[in-house]
């Protein structure tokens, strides 16, 4: 099985390509210098040439906020770009494990979302850019995994846990909202899980974070609490800090369907958050 990742050098690609080699497989990972999702014809060669079996698409556009003031852009990576991939994916009879989020619901309510929910209502241009991503998948290719994540950290890049320990060791006082529910996703289990798919023929959509909900407040208690850092640590409301893309309320996603399938769900975000802790340097 030959596997082509894209987005490598973000935090889940890194992840996927480092499971992949442990498994033995051979695989290519590229980033926007080796191949522009939005250039159709850079698409066509590279995959062209490739011809991967599997293509595990992680390159997005994921400024939330900044996407706001970028929709076009946002769209153009997320869309554009997710489509011209579908459609080599079609073309070549490759199996296509799109990752999108949590953020294509409109988060009212307090009960986990469904996979199969057919009521998407993304209240921001990221969330909607990646429903849109998730269409032009459903539309092209027949053997197809879209897999919603939220809360992403992961040991290559910027993330939660990296901001707060920042903010906690630098100032020791801290404010986060408790008004967001949802589930922190750890890429190194996710990408076990992303392999796992790709080994496997139980297409359709899945959510994929790791076990346990918590609010963003919850989360951020216990990062400080298993890095041994004292701060004054707070909970606020969404409303005192004010951002310019809204964001769910509910993100609480059910992933009975892994196991309906054969898969295994993830660690509860705790442990993951141990073994995390025990990767980086804070």
Same mark, same amino acid.
Request: hydrophobic share 35%; with cysteine.
């Given at each position: ?8 050098? /973000? ?46 698409? $992680? ?6 906020? @900044? ?6 852009? $946002? ?6 770009? &997710?489509?011209?991939? =579908? ?13 999108? &989020? ?48 939220? !809360?992403?950290? /992961? ?18 006082? =801290? ?11 750890? &890429? ?16 359709? @959509? ?9 609010? !963003?407040?919850?989360? &951020? ?6 890095? /041994? ?6 909970? $606020? ?34 442990? =993951? ?10």
């Amino acid at each position: 099985m030959k596997v082509l990742v894209t987005g490598v050098k /973000g935090q889940l690609g890194y992840d996927v390509m480092k499971v992949l080699d442990a498994r033995n497989y051979e695989a290519v990972g590229v980033d926007v210098e080796d191949m522009d999702i939005t250039d159709n014809g850079a698409v066509k060669r590279v995959i062209g040439e490739i011809k991967p079996d599997v293509i595990i698409h $992680c390159a997005a556009y994921t400024a939330v906020d @900044a996407a706001e003031d970028n929709e076009e852009l $946002c769209r153009k990576i997320n869309v554009l770009g &997710t489509e011209n991939i =579908a459609k080599m994916a079609k073309e070549l009879d490759a199996k296509m494990i799109y990752i999108s &989020t949590d953020y294509i619901f409109n988060g009212q309510g307090d009960k986990p979302w469904d996979p199969d929910n057919p009521n998407k209502e993304p209240l921001n241009v990221y969330g909607q850019t990646k429903y849109e991503g998730e269409l032009a998948v459903i539309n092209n290719v027949k053997k197809y995994y879209i897999v919603r994540i939220s !809360w992403v950290f /992961g040991l290559n890049g910027k993330n939660f846990v990296k901001t707060m320990l920042r903010v906690g060791k630098e100032k020791g006082v =801290a404010k986060v909202v408790d008004d967001q529910i949802g589930s922190p996703t750890y &890429t190194a289990d996710l990408s076990e899980l992303l392999v796992d798919m790709a080994e496997r023929e139980e297409y359709g @959509a899945y959510h994929a974070t790791n076990e346990g909900v918590c609010s !963003w407040y919850e989360f &951020t208690k216990e990062i400080y609490k298993q890095a /041994g850092l004292e701060v004054d640590l707070s909970p $606020c409301k969404s409303g005192e800090f004010p951002v310019k893309a809204k964001r769910p309320a509910n993100s609480r996603m059910s992933k009975e369907k892994l196991t309906l399938h054969g898969f295994k769900k993830l660690p509860t975000w705790q442990d =993951a958050l141990s073994r995390y802790l025990k990767e980086i340097e804070y």
